[in-house]
T-cell receptor, first 111, second 114 residues
Framework: DVKVTQSSRYLVKRTGEKVFLECVQD?????MFWYRQDPGLGLRLIYF???????EKGDIPEGYSVSREKKERFSLILESASTNQTSMYLC??????????FGPGTRLTVL | GENVEQHPSTLSVQEGDSAVIKCTYS??????FPWYKQELGKGPQLIID?????GEKKDQRIAVTLNKTAKHFSLHITETQPEDSAVYFC?????????????FGSGTQLTVLP
């Protein structure tokens, strides 16, 4: 079974802090994704990576950056957290085409 | 890029009844339409998908239909059970012809009442 794990289920940070969200997949998938989930807005893509050190901006990249130094690990970075970044963050991975496998999510609260 | 609209946002049905969720897409060249189910406290999981060369696909109590002319596709759940209660998302390729990235609908909260 594909397993996608995220470093934290719940996270509380203060405005202005630098925040790291980590994601690890164990199925040698090329593609990894970071989404943000908000009520009524569905899943919105923040960043996408199709290979080590490669990344593409998604629909809402402002205020976020990413890092992929190893194939199995994809990190989302909030350089200076703001209250409007309070949300559920979901990581996913996939082979070259098709089914995306999601982690359980990290609920981030920025105070 | 693709635009996906999903309706309704919430749906309540009696146990044993059927549930239907509909999505429309904008790019007529799109060719892959998956449905994901998100249970409470978990990430979304693929439950069924359809490619544009077929009009309907079934897997036990769930089915998906595709109308390419009207650019819409639907999820049908028959004989609903309490464990069907979840949020359901439809999706379509962000760029037609490539399913590497997906555009998701806004989600439907399905509640199956005992």
């Amino acid at each position: 079974d594909v397993k996608v794990t995220q470093s934290s289920r719940y996270l509380v940070k203060r405005t202005g802090e630098k925040v790291f969200l980590e994601c690890v997949q164990d199925m040698d998938h090329e593609n990894m994704f970071w989404y943000r989930q908000d009520p009524g807005l569905g899943l919105r893509l923040i960043y996408f990576s199709y290979d080590v050190k490669m990344k593409e901006k998604g629909d809402i990249p402002e205020g976020y950056s990413v890092s992929r130094e190893k194939k199995e690990r994809f990190s989302l970075i909030l350089e200076s957290a703001s209250t409007n970044q309070t949300s559920m963050y979901l990581c996913a991975s996939s082979k070259s085409w098709g089914t995306q496998y999601f982690g359980p999510g990290t609920r981030l609260t920025v105070l | 890029g693709e635009n996906v609209e999903q309706h309704p946002s919430t749906l309540s049905v009696q146990e044993g009844d059927s549930a239907v969720i509909k999505c429309t897409y904008s790019d007529s060249a799109s060719n892959y339409f998956p449905w994901y189910k998100q249970e409470l406290g978990k990430g979304p999981q693929l439950i069924i998908d359809i490619r544009s060369n077929v009009g309907e696909k079934k897997d036990q109590r769930i089915a998906v239909t595709l109308n390419k002319t009207a650019k819409h596709f639907s999820l049908h759940i028959t004989e609903t059970q309490p464990e069907d209660s979840a949020v359901y998302f439809c999706a379509a390729p962000k760029i037609a012809g490539s399913a590497r990235q997906l555009t998701f609908g806004s989600g439907t909260q399905l509640t199956v009442l005992p």
